[in-house]
C-alpha cells in the first residue's frame, strides 16, 4: 500500500494543519512544535508576511530560469551579502546543494582537492557532501566515495595543526554540529582554522545550513565570532519552508565560478526566493535577534533548573534556540514520551534531545515545553 521509499523512520502523525508553533494532526491532536521542519520554518508555519510574498510572485512569474534576470534574486543575494562578510552568491535548492558548490568552487579555486572535515559533522547526502560527513553510518553502503577528505576530531587544535599543510584546498566546518549532537565549535579552534587557511592558501568554508537565518540569534552563527570565513553555506531556513539553498563567497572567488562552470536548473527560483526575502527581511532585524538569544538563554536556564538534579542528563548546550539536551544513554524513548504529551522535539545523533522552536516561539510556549519535559522527564514527576 505504501507507494514511497522507506527512507526515513516516521512518527505516527500525519499532519492535517500547522500555523505558528503548533501542528494539528488528522485525529485532531495538537502538538507544541519544537522541531520547526528541521530548523526549517524559522518563522513558525504559515508566517502571514511570507504567505503574502508568495502569493505576489505567484501572479507575476513561477519560473523562467537562469537564462533570464530576474531582480528578485538580485534584491535576495544583495540581503544576503550586506548582511554578512561575503560579496557573491550562487543560489540553489538544499543544503547539500548548497555544500556541493562549495566543495567544486574549492577544488576550481585552488586548484587543490583534499579537504579537512570533522567526526560527526552533517553536510548532506549527494555523493560530495555524503564524502564530506564524517559519520560512517551515512558511508555504509554507498561506496566508493569521493576521494581526498580527511576527518578530524572536532574542537581538537593539536590535530588540525598537525594535518594542515599547503595540499589542503578547503577546511569545511559546522558552528554547532546539528546532526551530530547539537555541539557547539570553540572560538579557539575556529579563530585557527581561520589561521591556518590563510597560511595554507586553503578556504575556510562555514556550514550554516542549520546554524544561519537566525537559529542562534545572529544573521549567521560565524558572527558570534571575530571571523571572516571565504564561503559561507545556508539553506533550512532561508525560504521558511520553501525550498533554497545558496552559497555565499568571497569576492576574489567569482572569476572561478564563471559562466558554464556550474548551475542548476530550479537554483534561484522566484517563488523560493519571494519566501526568502521575507524571512530575511524579519529575521536580519536587530531587534529580532535579540529577542532570539534573550529567548534561548531563557529557555536553557528553565531546562538546567528542571533537568540540573537529573542523573540521566550530562548536560544543556548549544547556541541561541539550537538547543540539545545530551542524555547519559539513548534519548529516543524520551522523545517519543515528549511526543505523546503533545511536544515535538528531535533526536541529534543517540544520546541528544534536540529543540529547534520557531524563533517566534512565545515565552509561555517555552514555559510549556519546559513544563512537559518536566512532567514526563523528571523522575519525581513522571508516572
Ligand atoms: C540539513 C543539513 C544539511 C543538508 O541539507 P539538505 O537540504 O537536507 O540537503 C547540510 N549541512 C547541515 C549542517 C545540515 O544541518
Known amino acids: 500500500m505504501d507507494a514511497l521509499f522507506p527512507t526515513y523512520a516516521r512518527w505516527e502523525i500525519t499532519v492535517d494543519s500547522a500555523e505558528g508553533a503548533n501542528i494539528v494532526d488528522m485525529n485532531g491532536t495538537k502538538y507544541l512544535d519544537f522541531v520547526s521542519g528541521i530548523a526549517v520554518c524559522n518563522l513558525g508555519h504559515r508566517h502571514p508576511a511570507v504567505l503574502d510574498a508568495v502569493q505576489q510572485q505567484l501572479t507575476k512569474f513561477w519560473h523562467v530560469s537562469n537564462l533570464f534576470h530576474t531582480n528578485i534574486q538580485q534584491e535576495v543575494a544583495g540581503q544576503l551579502v550586506s548582511n554578512s562578510d561575503l560579496d557573491a552568491v550562487f543560489f540553489c535548492n538544499s543544503g547539500a546543494e548548497a555544500n556541493e558548490a562549495a566543495l567544486k568552487l574549492a577544488r576550481k579555486y585552488t ?4 579537504v579537512i572535515t570533522f567526526i560527526q559533522s552533517f553536510h548532506g547526502r549527494t555523493f560530495g557532501t ?4 564524517g559519520q560512517e553510518k551515512i558511508h555504509s553502503g554507498f561506496g566508493p566515495l569521493l576521494q581526498e ?16 599543510d599547503d595540499s589542503v584546498a578547503a577546511v ?29 592558501g586553503a578556504l575556510f568554508i562555514i556550514d550554516e545550513v542549520q546554524t544561519g537565518i537566525g537559529r542562534t540569534g545572529k544573521k549567521f552563527a560565524y558572527q558570534h565570532f571575530g571571523i571572516s570565513p571565504d564561503i559561507i553555506t545556508v539553506a533550512k531556513g532561508l525560504g521558511n519552508g520553501l525550498p533554497i539553498g545558496a552559497m555565499l563567497g568571497k569576492a576574489k572567488l567569482k572569476e572561478a565560478f564563471g559562466p558554464g562552470s556550474h548551475g542548476s536548473t530550479f537554483g534561484g527560483n522566484p517563488i523560493s526566493l519571494a519566501a526568502a526575502q521575507a524571512t530575511v527581511s524579519i529575521i536580519f532585524e536587530d531587534s529580532f535577534l535579540d529577542e532570539v538569544e534573550k529567548k534561548g538563554a531563557y529557555l536553557k536556564e528553565q531546562l538546567n533548573k528542571v533537568l ?8 544543556v548546550r548549544g547556541s541561541g534556540l539550537m538547543l540539545g539536551i545530551a ?5 529516543a524513548e524520551s522523545i517519543a514520551a515528549l511526543r505523546k504529551n503533545g511536544l515535538l522535539t528531535l533526536p541529534a545523533g543517540p544520546d541528544v534531545i534536540r529543540l529547534l522552536p520557531p524563533l517566534t516561539v512565545s515565552y509561555e510556549q517555552l514555559d510549556e515545553a519546559v ?8 523522575t519525581e514527576y513522571a508516572k
Open 111 to 114: 586548484q587543490k582537492s583534499k
Open 130 to 133: 555524503m564524502a564530506a560527513t
Open 149 to 164: 577528505f580527511i576527518y578530524l576530531p572536532y574542537n581538537d587544535c593539536e590535530a588540525l595543526k598537525e594535518a594542515m
Open 172 to 200: 569545511l566546518v559546522e558552528v554547532v554540529q546539528g546532526e551530530g549532537g547539537v555541539v557547539p565549535a570553540t572560538s579557539e579552534f575556529l579563530t585557527l582554522i581561520e589561521v591556518l587557511c590563510q597560511q595554507n
Open 308 to 315: 540540573g538534579n537529573e542523573e540521566w542528563v550530562n548536560e
Open 327 to 331: 542524555c547519559q544513554s539513548n534519548a
Open 371 to 378: 513544563n512537559i519535559i518536566k512532567s514526563t522527564l523528571v
